[in-house]
């Protein structure tokens, strides 16, 4: 009798920990559904979009950064549910995370090589800042609000992106010993472009900015300096809206 | 006959004061914490507490009337109770404008809000509605103490807004609401002490209770709240006017730098500088000068820069002179003589004195000279010309971006404005206006075409060889010459763009070559719009375009009203994936506000009307039933037609907004208590048709002005200060003294036949007004001002036929 107790027992405990570790699984897959579904979402976005981005589609290792970066580690608890939602999030601190098509054209328009050399101005909750680190080796990251950068740096921590250098500060001097760099980006809002920023740009590089309220990006600025140090801008408006009197 | 004793009309007077106040301390205090035009609805929506006060009133009047001094004490005691109550409660619920096209439980908060800030007026429309229903044969008394106490109520708000913060206006208002139960209690009813000693004692927990209650808890998405996370921050003043909150943030270790549209090619950051907030939001800076002009190189490099590269310039003026960069930038440019004015005298202060060290005393001395007062009124009252007039990013960029300014009106940039711009620009100068960069473009394009017309009205016959335009990828500077533009004007402004990377939108003779190359856009909008407004087929472009870019005038102020119905079905499919910037929601927002109004007002006229006909006392034959509603609903609609309209015509001639408003709502709530009062006399009179005199009267009176205006204007403006004031006190008080007449006479002769129906006719007109509010202004900026008073009279012709019989 015993021995059968002894055997319920045990199969009860095996149990709950199969049980823990399945649900473990089962979350998992169910986030990586979502997230797929979110990128099926962007590709069309895009689709519609491509007048102005000039692209049919986003390229291939974005949408692959997007299906891999779990943003359900990059949002407070309250709302992972949203997190596979086409939408920004409010992150605490009066600061939002964008919605993952922003992301994804920001990410896209820097056109990032694996060797790539890439800073972040305002890390915010580390979610592009992952979705960097997915493409090009070397990412900077920067923030200000310092409790806003201890959560980054252990999201970023726990998602496994230990390889993101991370730092509280003042970004509009960017950061002088790592640069220059390939790809800038900056998320947090600034009155105007920071000239070191522009400095610490490659020869080739680009920079994107967001323009616009909490919850609302209006246009994405792409900041490129071409070879011979010439630096140009591009408007971008990040939705299909046909302006003027164009045809639909 | 019962009369109503003078303690009893004063009390009356004061919640209606105290009432009319609340309403305006609410749009301040939501100003702050959260955004303008979401006050706006949810105070528009508040107001109909008078529409549910009027229904309870209906249906319960036979079991108040026997209480009516324990009704009247508690609505009064309560109103006190739940002005501060229902705020702080208010401002409890987490709600975000933002979010609300993602998450529908923001709507439930909004209605929340919606619910807990209409019960302060619906407890204050009890005081007035039981009364009018007590003193049933003084009911044009009762409704004079009302409008007598609403017009004191907005003078008396604008001047505790100057004295105090508004947080502490609340304070005010309960203990005003205790003295009016005071004075009831002791003197109307001489009742027992027990409400005199829970009055005194509500009244001092008031003055006593701690000041963290009272605090105000903005928004963390406002801008003021999000630079105070960055470390080393902190406010280091506050203070408080009607124009708006004023805080200022040092940074103690993280430089400010505030210099929008700066040149890509800038190498210089600003000087140290102290952030400025008006309600918690447009920031702008007072910047250190130390009377290097070497420091301010940076605002060299922005857009609104190139006139003082086009020529040199030796007069200036100012419009909007703020905490000082354009007055900084000018300096830079060592200008000899510089007039600058500025509306908000608080931001003058800060400059002059408190800040005028760290400010480099730019407001003191040669070569400026600084006027309080509004741009059109100053420049009205000089004959002085300028070398430039410059208009620079007056409002924010965020609110700007956001379509949130579109039901505001603003004189500064209307066809009548740009005229009298012109008018003071020496031969040969300049107006400068620069704009925040909006894609795809709106307010632009609307400018140019405000200004192509101005200039045709003028007698410019090729306005293009007068207009230069160029932009950065954050601002856009337009300028008018007066005067053709040379050759050397134009080869300067290229040089200018050049060097800092900006693109010339236009100029005489501009090829598209060279209009995309720094900034590059999608296509060359600006350009194309410029290109089509000064061709023959403007209006057809104007047409075309998807956003309104009719030209503003005088009579539709409306700069920022973008919004075309047609463009509608393209950016609703859009909302979900991030073009909700699209949408110039403050339109749309009105027209939410306008349908919720409706809605709820159906709910509170049309439903008990069907329900509920015995027990409001409508007879099943009498006509009345149909009659009474229609007429009080139209002279409830009618009334804030006129005032409204009124109000915004002779802001034009009085300049300063605020005072106007003051000065003409007063007027008008003060004339038409004393209409009221007087109206006993035609209501007696034999004549049956006595109503009708101070109807023809209205619709004499409004449209003669409104078709005089221009010269009734000429005249005013040709006067001092104080009698451009007088004249216009004068012309207004008989419009009001005839407005607040119709509804106490229609209530004297419902008193005379079917007195139950009192509470309820006071309950349609308090919805009437609250769509009237909201409708006037979609009307105004549909069709203009104008129209809004014909209309107006059209609604006094429907009413006058409704009489009740």
Known sequence: MKRVKHLIFWLVVIGIILLLFSSHVIAEDMFRQQRQALVDVIKYDVLRTRDFLNQEALDDRVLDALRKVPRHEFVPDDQRPYAYQNRPLPIGYGQTISQPYIVAVMTDLLKLKKNDRTLEIGTGSGYQAAILAELADSVYSIEIVEPLAKQAATNLKRAGYDAVHTRTGDGYYGWEEAAPFDGIVVTAVASHIPPPLIKQLKPGGRMIIPVGAPFMTQYLVLVSKDTDEKVTTRQILPVSFVPLTGKH | ?805
């Open chain 2, 1 to 805: 006959m019962m009369k109503p004793r003078l303690s009893m009309l004063a009390a009356v007077a004061i919640i209606s004061a105290s009432a009319l106040a609340y309403e305006v301390l609410l749009m301040r205090l939501f100003s702050i914490i959260q955004w303008h035009h979401f006050a706006y609805m949810m105070i528009s929506m508040a107001l109909l507490g008078y529409g549910v006060s009027g229904v309870f009133l209906a249906l319960n009047r036979d079991r108040l009337a026997p209480l009516f001094p324990v009704a009247i004490m508690t609505n009064m005691l309560l109103f006190s109770l739940s002005v501060p109550a229902c705020f702080l409660l208010a401002q409890q619920i987490p709600f975000n404008p933002a979010e609300i096209l993602w998450t529908p439980v923001q709507l439930l908060y909004l209605c929340g809000i919606y619910l807990i800030l209409a019960l302060p007026f619906f407890f204050a429309a009890n005081v007035v509605g039981l009364s009018l229903y007590q003193y049933k044969n003084q009911v044009s008394s009762i409704y004079a103490s009302d409008l007598f106490g609403a017009g004191l109520g907005s003078v008396g708000v604008i001047f505790l807004l100057f004295i105090l913060f508004p947080e502490q206006i609340l304070t005010v208002l309960t203990l005003s609401g205790i003295l009016a139960a005071l004075l009831v209690s002791s003197y109307t009813f001489r009742a027992s002490k027990h409400w005199t000693t829970v009055s005194l004692i509500i009244a001092l927990a008031v003055i006593f209770i701690p000041t963290e209650w009272m605090t105000l808890k903005v928004s963390p998405y406002k801008s003021l709240n999000q630079l105070l996370h960055v470390p080393g921050t902190k406010i280091i003043d506050r203070y408080s006017s009607p124009l708006g909150s004023i805080s200022i943030v040092k940074s103690e270790l993280t430089p400010l730098r505030h210099a929008p549209g700066l040149s890509l090619n800038a190498a210089t950051e600003p000087p140290e500088q102290l952030a400025v907030f008006t309600d918690a939001d447009n920031m702008s800076a007072i910047t250190r000068y130390d009377g290097n002009p070497e420091t301010l190189g940076y605002l060299d490099q922005t857009t609104s820069a190139l006139p003082y590269h086009l020529k040199q310039l030796t007069g200036i003026l100012i419009l909007g002179a703020g905490t000082g960069s354009d007055i900084l930038q000018a300096d830079y440019h060592a200008i000899k003589h510089i007039d600058a004015v500025e509306l908000n005298p608080l931001v003058i202060d800060l400059i002059q004195r408190k800040y005028a060290a760290f400010a480099g005393d730019i407001y003191f001395g040669a070569p400026i000279n600084i006027h309080i007062g509004e741009a059109r009124g100053y420049l009205a009252s000089s004959d002085k010309t300028y070398d430039l007039i410059n208009l620079s990013l007056l409002d924010a960029f965020g609110a700007s971006a956001a379509g949130l300014y579109s039901m505001a009106e603003n004189y500064l940039y209307t066809e009548q404005a740009i005229e009298e711009y012109l008018h003071h620009v020496s031969p040969d100068g300049y107006l400068s206006i620069t704009r925040w960069i909006k894609i795809p473009p709106r307010d632009e394009p609307k400018l140019l075409a405000t200004v192509i017309n101005a200039l045709k009205k003028t007698g410019v016959r090729e306005p293009g060889r007068q207009i230069i335009m160029i932009r950065g990828w954050q601002t856009s500077t337009l300028i008018v010459k007066n005067g053709a533009l040379s050759a050397d004007e134009i080869s300067r402004l290229k040089q200018f763009c050049d060097e800092r990377s900006f693109d010339p939108v236009y100029y005489p003779g501009i090829s598209e070559g060279e209009v995309n190359r720094f900034n590059i856009q999608q296509q060359p909008y600006l350009y194309q719009a410029a290109a089509a407004l000064l061709g023959d087929n403007s209006p057809a472009f104007i047409d075309a375009y998807k956003f309104n870019i009719e030209p503003a005038t005088d009579d539709k102020p409306y700069l920022f009203h973008f919004f075309k119905w047609r463009t509608l079905p393209e950016i609703l499919p859009l909302l979900r994936s991030g073009g909700s910037f699209l949408l110039e929601s403050g339109y749309l927002l009105l027209i939410a506000a306008l349908l919720q109004a409706i809605l709820a007002s159906l709910l509170l006229i049309a439903l008990p009307l069907w329900l509920c006909k015995a027990k409001l006392g409508i007879e099943a034959d009498s006509k009345n039933h149909l009659h009474m509603p229609v007429y009080f609903f139209c002279l409830g609609l009618a009334f804030l037609f006129i005032e409204i309209a009124f109000i915004q015509k002779f802001i034009l001639v009085l300049h300063h907004p605020l005072y106007a408003i003051a000065v003409m709502l007063s007027t008008f709530l003060l004339s038409a208590g004393a209409g009221s009062y007087f109206s006993t006399h035609l209501s007696h009179s034999p004549e049956k048709y006595a109503f009708m005199l101070p109807i023809a009267a209205i619709a004499l009176l409004s449209t003669g002005y409104s078709l005089g205006f221009e010269v009734i204007a000429g005249f005013l403006l040709k006067t001092g200060h104080l009698s451009r004031y007088l004249y216009s006190i004068i012309l207004i008080m008989p419009l009001g003294f005839c407005m607040g007449m119709p509804f106490p006479m229609a209530l004297a002769k419902i008193s005379q036949t079917t007195p139950a129906l009192i509470p309820w006719a006071w309950g349609i007109n308090g919805c009437a007004s609250v769509i009237s509010a909201i409708l006037a202004t979609l009307i105004a900026m549909q069709f203009g001002f104008t129209v809004l008073i014909f209309l107006a009279v059209a609604l006094y012709g429907v009413a006058a036929w409704c009489f009740p019989e």
